[in-house]
């Protein structure tokens, strides 16, 4: 994920990477590294590819960025209450904690 993320001019802007192969929640995933790195949920960021993700996203309180080049369509995605959605990686620059 490092060199996908460096590849895309990401790899300076993203402190952590929390995969789907850690054996609990996303949502606990996220509150553990918020308290471990003392981010707030204001300044803490979901990014996901898929209503699941961006629900666990969402039941952390975080702000929660859903990309539509990922593992579902766009059209489903937009059904759901999305704090942002966007259409490429260089777009996740723009948020800044």
Do not use: C, N
């Amino acid at each position: 994920m490092a060199a996908t993320l460096d590849s895309l001019g990401l790899g300076g802007a993203v402190s952590r990477v929390l995969d789907g192969e850690l054996g609990s929640t996303k949502t606990e995933h996220m509150e553990k590294s918020r308290r471990g790195y003392s981010f707030s949920a204001q300044d803490t960021f979901m990014v996901g590819d898929a209503i699941r993700a961006i629900r666990q996203g969402q039941l952390a309180a975080v702000t929660t960025i859903t990309v539509s080049w990922g593992y579902q369509h766009r059209e489903l995605l937009e059904e759901e209450q999305l704090d942002v959605i966007v259409d490429h990686p260089d777009e996740l620059l723009q948020f800044e904690a």
